[in-house]
């Protein structure tokens, strides 16, 4: 096997290992909400609202268009778990939590707190390393 072809089948390796994880890590997640009567994407959202948020940066943190964010705003406002606001900026729609989403994101939150899969499987160190080789990944 030459050069080349050893490198070609570790990055395929550790391609297909990360995806691997990043997909349990999803399904996990999917399904430590879902008794909670959420979507991923629905418990996701409610995640990033601590404070009333603009749409658009719920897109940006999600890396999804800003359409996504408004099918899922509006399956929370439907569940009665959000609400679009205006912000100081009239032409700005933020999305906030009701009482109702405040609980369930607390909820959520334990619920992750107690069963993410990086949380479960992994030490704090390893967890630190991880992080680090993502970063650098990324940059």
């Not at 943190?61 to 099918?71: E, G, I, K, M, R």
């Given at each position: 096997?030459?050069?080349?072809e ?45 404070t ?8 940006e ?11 899922v ?15 100081t ?18 909820r ?12 479960r ?9 991880l ?9």
């Open positions: 096997m030459s050069s080349v050893r490198k070609l089948a570790e990055a395929r390796s550790l391609s297909v290992l990360l995806h691997r994880a990043s997909e349990r890590a999803q399904r996990d997640f999917a399904a430590a909400v879902e008794p909670l009567g959420v979507t991923a994407p629905m418990a996701r959202t409610v995640l990033l609202l601590a009333p948020t603009p749409m658009r940066g719920i897109a943190h999600l890396a999804c268009d800003p359409s996504y964010v408004t099918n705003a509006d399956l929370l406002e439907r569940a009665g778990l959000a609400e679009r606001v205006t912000g900026d009239r032409r700005v729609k933020l999305l906030a939590l009701t009482p109702a989403g405040l609980r369930l994101r607390g959520i939150a334990e619920k992750v707190a107690r069963e993410a899969t990086v949380l499987t992994l030490t704090p160190a390893q967890r630190e390393a992080r680090e080789l993502a970063e650098l990944m990324l940059r």
